[in-house]
Every structure is written in C-alpha cells, then in structure tokens.
C-alpha cells in the first residue's frame, strides 16, 4: 500500500497569512505516460463530507478559490493557501488515486491564530 | 449536477450487519468513465478507503484488504445506487461512512455523499 504522510498535523495561521501543508507518499505517484501526479488535496469542514479542492497535484477543482494551490511531484507534495481567510478553517487531506487501495493522509487541521 | 443520497441505520450491536445505500442522481451507475466508493471516517483510522464498484464492460469490485473478508459493494441498475454490507461489525467500525463517485478521467473523488454516522455498541 502507498503510505501518505502528511505534516504538520496543525497549523495556526493569523488571517491574510500564508499557510503551507506537505504530503509525503511512500512511493512515487507519477504516472509517467501521461506526465500526470495522482495526488487530491480535500478540504472537509465540521459536520461536512470532503469538498475536491485540487486534482493532478496543482489542478484547481472548478470553483476553488484561487489562494488555493497545489505544487509537487513524485513523492512530495505541498497545498498552499496564500491569504488564509476565516472559511478556510478546516482539516485538509492528501489523498493518492495512482493505485488501490486509495490511501489518505492522516489530515492537517488549520486555524486562526 | 451528479448528487449522491445516503440511506441506512446508524446504530447496530456487535455482530450484526452493516447495510448503507447511495443513491445517484446525475449520473449512472453503469457509467464507464466512474466508480462508486465507499469511505470510513474514525477517530482511531482517519480517512479509509473500504473499496468500490465500477463497469468497463463488466461489472468490478476492488476492496481494502482491512475487510476484503466482510465486504460487499453492489450496484443496482434498476433503482441507480450502490450498496455496502460490512458483516460482522464490531466497536472498530464504529466511523462516519461516506460514499462517492470516482473520476476515472480526473482520477479524483469528486462528489461525495452526505455520510452517515454508523455507531457498533451492545
């Protein structure tokens, strides 16, 4: 199984501030014939199901504010929102769809400072 | 717009069955460009994939090795939903269950169901 780590498991962030999540997969999650990293951040807010934020590593999902954006390849990956605002309070998740089973990162809760 | 309903009993004794449907609206289950997952939520396990359903030409299943021995993900055709049946159930799988359509193409779980809180207790 592909093991997805991610880090730090909190985050405070004062509001305007740039935040900044890493994910780590055990192996690399390039599939070199279509050039494309099968790596998907979601955001999931209290009471709420995963919302798709970024598909492809760095794909924003249609609607997703652009302060949201997703760099990386093979096995290190980073989701950076650039001016944290209050409705960005939430667990962000990794997540790598290169193989079953599908595996998630333990999740990173960022808050207000 | 693709929406998924979740259905089912949230409270069940050790031993019993677990028994969920997801119910697709936008979208068939007999889709060839998705699949139909199933996914757990806990405390203990964080987020965890359980398995899914898919048709390319004929029907598939894939399920995570933790209850490859106590799954079943079905479709039906008729009534355009899918189903999960985890027997057995303990306290451990005591979770939020959720399910939601995978993009073969985007290679993402891009609609999901409003999860259902599924308690194990005696």
């Known amino acids: 199984d592909i093991v997805m780590t991610q880090s730090p498991h909190s985050l405070a962030v004062s509001l305007g501030e740039r935040a900044t999540i890493s994910c780590k997969s055990s192996?690399?999650?390039?599939?070199?014939?279509?050039?494309?990293?099968?790596l998907v951040w979601y955001q999931q807010k209290p009471g709420q199901p995963p919302k798709l934020l970024i598909y492809?590593?760095?794909t924003r999902e249609s609607g997703v504010p652009d302060r949201f954006s997703g760099s990386g390849s093979g096995t290190d990956f980073t989701l950076t929102i650039s001016s944290l605002q209050a409705e960005d309070v939430a667990v962000y998740y990794c997540?790598?769809?290169?193989?079953?089973?599908?595996?998630f990162g333990g999740g990173t809760k960022v808050e207000i400072k | 717009q693709v929406q998924l309903q979740q259905s089912g009993p949230g409270l069940l004794k050790p031993a019993q069955t677990l028994s969920l449907t997801c119910a697709i609206s936008?979208?068939?289950?007999?889709?060839?460009?998705?699949?139909w997952n199933w996914i757990r939520r806990s405390p203990s396990r964080g987020l965890e994939w359980l398995g899914r359903?898919?048709?390319?030409?004929?029907?598939?299943?894939d399920y995570a090795v933790s209850v490859k021995s106590r799954i079943s993900i079905n479709p039906d055709t008729s009534k355009n939903q899918f189903s999960l049946q985890l027997n057995s159930v303990t306290p451990e799988d005591t979770a939020v269950y959720f399910c939601?359509?995978?993009?073969?193409?985007?290679?993402?779980?891009?609609?999901w169901g409003q999860g259902t809180t599924v308690t194990v207790s005696s």
């Open positions: 939601a359509r995978g993009d073969a193409v985007l290679k993402c779980l891009d609609v």
């Open positions: 936008g979208d068939s289950v007999s889709s060839s460009s998705a699949t």
């Open positions: 359903t898919y048709y390319t030409s004929k029907w598939g299943n």
């Open positions: 192996q690399s999650i390039l599939n070199t014939s279509k050039n494309k990293n099968h």
């Open positions: 492809w590593a760095s």
């Open positions: 997540q790598q769809y290169y193989s079953t089973p599908l595996t």
